[in-house]
């Protein structure tokens, strides 16, 4: 549905995206992850027609985005990073607007707006001026005119951005139900929304493509080693950090242990598993058979950045990136 070959986008001197290819089939949802500055909206602007490529090309349904822009157009909604949304319109008012620029009937507009309130849940704003509305909402009234045309692709940049925890759930569940019928891909920051919501992600790194997989095979790979977060507590200078260390440092499996903290009597340290190893009990028998009062020992979350780190880490020292489909080609 999407197709992507050896796009390259470049702003004067800064190469926003570096000869990046992937594809998405029909009714897929992909999350598209990368730091700051990756190149994601990047991508995206070239996806939905709003900027040129440098190089290399870019398909929606067979319709290439340089050559047959309009037929892109009719098939994507885009939720851009900040919605392009009127603040003097008011909500029912600009999605008529959007949705008559969309191309559909007069007829059925009303209709067709109703039902976008209802399934981004801003029923409720329907006659406020969009200048009025709250981030969240305005966010939502982005993703309904993004929805309107019920096009075949939605691409959605941070969608969830400045939404709460309820909003959260419910554009997730709004998601789900779009898939299947309709090819998603969103990008996003926060890693556990995408093993919420996609089957697969692309991973991209200063421009360039670092994975693509399925969040099944992802997690598992980042998984396969545990980091622990260990707390000893240290009545008058004793244990001595560097002995805490130094013990911590030999339990079998261990990467590596990194000193985070030390004050109010507790030291904290941050412990790395070698791949596949289960290190925590080991950890815990180890300070206790020290004599030493272990206040606390949990695993910690890996966070986006966790996984570049590994990811980008993995890819210098040679290894095979995660099971790469634009490697395999
Ligand atoms: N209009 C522009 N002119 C010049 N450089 C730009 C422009 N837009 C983006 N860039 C640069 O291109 C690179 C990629 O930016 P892009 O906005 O695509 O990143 P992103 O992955 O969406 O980041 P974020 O997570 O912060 O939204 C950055 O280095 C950025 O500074
Ligand atoms: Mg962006």
Redesign the pocket.
Known sequence: MIKVEGLTKR??R?V??DNISFEVEKGQIVGFL??????????MRVLTCFLPPTAGTASVAGFDVQEHPIEVKRRIGYLP?SPPVYPEMEVTEYLEFTGKLKGIPSADIKKRVDEVLGRCAIGDVRDKLIGKLSKGYRQRVGLAQAIIHNPDVLIL??PTSGLDPKQIIEIRELLKSLAGNHTIIL?T?ILSEVEHSCERVII?SQ?KLVAIDSVANLTNRLRGSESVALEVEAAAGSPNPSDVQVRLEQVAGVRSVVMKDSKDGRLTFEVESLQGRQIRADLARSVVNAGWNLSELRPVGLSLEDVFLQLTAAEKKGEAPAESEAAKQ
């Open positions: 702003y004067a800064t926003a995206v990368g730091p700051n500055g990756a190149g994601k909206t990047t991508t990073e940049d941070e990008s920051h991209i421009g």
